[in-house]
């Protein structure tokens, strides 16, 4: 199996665009793993056919049993509990399920529950197979649901997955485990800084690179030399193209894929390339 890895470090690059198209051009499987705000599915279309919930540990408290002794807030690094002159509270959108509080409890006060926090779907677009992560609302532990995703979908050879944009946990918990990354940049001061701090954490995790440069004019001297610097593939552009705008704003996928046969094409050579050498 080889994964992909579509990201941008902020959002509205165009990170979708790529992704999507891809799949679609290839075949590739498709999982939208940006969960508090999957779209892939509005261009690609599946016929939804499995839906499973996803579902995080947390603790369950006996509160006959609890002594006020204050160990498992004093282990609780994100402040999921706290202990009052009425007894000991708990937060459970700030529980990050790690279980220590269950640890550290000597009256065993504590025991292990679970919460759910979203779904995992999967179907089908044509013959390629969608999948899509959709965190439920008022939910902010985004990572064991990209975690679970990920997991699930595990299935065909090549597979596309749509990151969230930023660097954070959850751009971190995407990146887990994938054999190559595909950037998506802006050509704008905003889109140029947040590219370079992607930039620097996926040479850190050491994980390879290619770049698409969206919504191009054909003069990114700044972004190109960047590039050139930090010794990342310049694997093409997209141009500032009002045709592409509007089929990816009213969803048409086959429209968008004649606008981009031929660097779609080039991408995609370039990235198998790059997975057979690896072979060796």
């Not at 299935?155 to 054999?179: A, W």
């Not at 705008?245 to 198998?272: F, H, T, V």
Request: hydrophobic share 40%.
């Amino acid at each position: 199996m080889y994964d992909i890895a579509v990201i941008s470090g902020k959002g509205g690059t165009g990170k979708t665009l790529v992704a999507t198209a891809l799949s679609a051009y290839f075949g590739w499987d498709y999982i939208d793993c940006d969960v508090e705000v999957p779209n892939g599915a509005l261009l690609l279309k599946p016929i939804w056919e499995r839906s499973y919930e996803v579902s995080v540990a947390v603790p369950e408290i006996s509160y006959n049993k609890c002594t006020h002794c204050g160990a498992c807030v004093g282990f609780c690094r994100y402040n999921a509990l706290a202990l009052t002159k009425s007894g000991l509270l708990f937060f459970p959108e700030l529980c990050h399920s790690c279980m220590g509080c269950e640890l550290v409890c000597e009256t065993k006060a504590i025991t292990r529950s679970t919460r759910k926090i979203g779904i995992a779907k999967q179907g089908k677009s044509g013959e390629q197979i969608v999948w899509e992560g959709r965190l439920d609302i008022q939910e902010s532990i985004v990572p064991p649901l990209i975690h679970e995703v990920k997991a699930l979908s595990r299935r065909n050879e090549i597979r596309i997955l749509d990151g969230p944009p930023g660097v954070s946990c959850n751009c971190i918990e995407t990146l887990k485990g994938i054999d190559y990354a595909l950037l998506v940049a802006e050509p704008t001061r905003f889109g140029i800084h947040d590219f370079k701090a992607t930039v620097e954490v996926l040479q850190r995790l050491g994980i390879p690179a290619g770049v698409v440069i969206n919504r191009s004019f054909g003069y990114e001297e700044e972004l190109q030399s960047y590039i050139a610097r930090r010794n990342i593939t310049l694997l093409g552009t997209i141009p500032f193209s009002e045709s592409i705008a509007r089929a990816y704003g009213q969803g048409d996928l086959q429209a968008l894929l004649d606008e981009l046969q031929s660097p779609l094409k080039q991408w995609g050579s370039q990235i198998l390339g790059r997975r057979e050498c690896g072979k060796q």
